[in-house]
């Protein structure tokens, strides 16, 4: 199993930046993707960024132009960089980190970061 912590969050005003991280430790065998997910006040959790085993980056469309996700595969550390910040983009950010052994795929997440864009 992975544990994954999330740092970065925090109150900025519209327009501002935030570079959320996330550390993860313990057992990495086959890591298929790394993800950012949030989950807005009373909605559901949602996909926000993916980067797969290959490098593959890729954003939802909300945030594309704004945010870029990163990685340093050698200490498997996630990054999202969050540019132009807007109200909307208020929620709590997850990592997750998806790995395929044997057939199987597993879920790992972080417990959570807030980010809160308000003036």
């Known amino acids: 199993q992975v544990q994954l912590v999330e740092s970065g969050g925090g109150l900025v005003q519209p327009g501002g930046s935030l570079r959320l991280s996330c550390a993860a430790s313990?057992?990495?065998?086959?890591?298929?993707?790394m993800n950012w997910y949030r989950q807005p006040p009373g909605k559901q959790r949602e996909l926000v960024a993916r980067?797969?085993?290959?490098?593959?980056?890729n954003v939802a469309d909300s945030v594309k132009g704004r945010f870029t996700i990163s990685r340093d595969k050698a200490n498997y550390t996630l990054y999202l960089q969050m540019n132009s910040l807007k109200p909307e983009d208020t929620a709590v950010y997850y990592c997750?980190?998806?790995?395929?052994?044997?057939?199987?795929?597993?879920?790992?997440w972080g417990q959570g970061t807030q980010v809160t864009v308000s003036s």
């Open positions: 980067i797969t085993s290959g490098g593959n980056a």
């Open positions: 997750n980190f998806q790995q395929v052994w044997a057939g199987t795929m597993y879920d790992d």
């Open positions: 313990g057992t990495i065998f086959s890591i298929n993707t």
